[in-house]
């Protein structure tokens, strides 16, 4: 009742309040009166892999970098789990304000057509920043010395090739080599790239598909034998390994490549401040290097490239996935 009886003066400053409130662009928690300001307090990076692997020192180094461009800190925090969909879809849920941003694989492209609820229509995609192309590898005394004696080799026998998972992006490359060679490959799942790699060190399968880097050191060591690298490209480190664009197979292009995102309509202000930051730190010294180091390709897309890149990878791994 005391509601009824407040003062104008008191009545017209609380509405005043409740549409300051209520303003804004709609698009962000904060609105776009905020977005002025921001970043204003801690950004949360997740990543939707276990600490150690590789999406998680592209992420804390790009991370690292990001901090001292915006001059806040940037929180990394690991979300693993279900080939990556459950960190996407906590993504999703949270405020696109810019305060939670995250590394985004290749299998944003790939799980929607798995049974995953995973659509990239659910996310501003903000920068490409690195790609891990996918090699093959045999162990160094196979009887397979190029790739297409791996490949008429399986049209006589099985083959039995390690990957990273169920669902991963080494699994579809392997699914993709049969369909374009008629080989007859197995694939066998692993804990990760490394593992699989690891398999083929001892033995335990006849091939593995993973990243550059993940095969870096095998190969380094004479513990194995690169047959192809999956790009247009030479890899830096395997300048002697042929592409499959050198060997014919033009389609054959994959890379465990990956970027930025959000949760889909950030403001334009705060957009615009995270893509500026991306593109420098993509950029710096220090990305450049430990991605270099670690095997990996620096390559940085801005937003709108990487958001057509994304969508372009989504129909042609529709193709690839949709009959299995």
Request: charged residues 20%; negative net charge; hydrophobic residues 40%.
């Amino acid at each position: 009742m005391r509601i009824r009886t407040m003062p104008m003066v008191a009545a017209a400053s609380a509405a005043a309040l409740m549409l300051t409130a209520c303003s804004g662009s709609g698009t962000g928690a904060g609105g776009q009166e905020d977005a002025a300001d921001y970043p204003s307090e801690d950004i949360t990076f997740i990543v939707q892999a276990a600490a150690g692997g590789g999406s998680d020192l592209a992420s804390r180094t790009l991370a690292t970098a990001m901090e001292s461009i915006l001059d806040t800190s940037i929180i990394v925090e690991n979300r693993p789990g279900a080939a990556g969909s459950t960190a996407m879809q906590y993504v999703a849920d949270q405020d696109p304000d810019g305060y939670t941003i995250g590394f985004i694989p290749v299998e944003i492209a790939m799980l929607g057509h798995m049974d995953y609820d995973v659509d990239p229509a659910d996310y501003d995609f903000l920068g490409q920043i690195m790609n891990a192309p996918a090699v093959l590898s045999v162990p160094a005394d196979s009887p397979y010395q190029t790739l297409e004696e791996f490949i008429d080799g399986s049209k006589e026998k099985s083959l039995s090739v390690a990957n990273s998972g169920a669902g991963s992006i080494w699994e579809a490359v392997t699914f993709a080599l049969s369909d374009a060679t008629g080989a007859q490959l197995e694939p066998v799942p692993f804990d990760g790239g490394a593992p699989a790699v690891a398999a083929v060190v001892g033995g335990q399968v006849d091939a593995a598909v993973s990243g550059a880097g993940e095969a870096l050191t095998g190969y380094e060591e004479g513990q194995t034998r690169v047959l192809a690298i999956f790009a247009e490209e030479p890899h830096p480190q395997m300048s002697d390994v042929p592409t499959t664009v050198d060997l014919g197979y033009e389609d054959l292009q994959f890379g465990g490549w990956g970027g930025v995102y959000a949760p889909k309509g950030l403001p334009d202000e705060v957009r615009a401040t995270l893509e500026e930051a991306i593109k420098k730190a993509a950029n710096s010294d220090s990305f450049t290097e430990t991605m270099t180091k670690a095997g990996n390709v620096p390559v940085y897309k801005s937003g709108e490239e990487f958001t057509q890149w994304v969508n372009d990878q989504y129909e042609r791994f529709g193709e690839i996935l949709g009959n299995r």
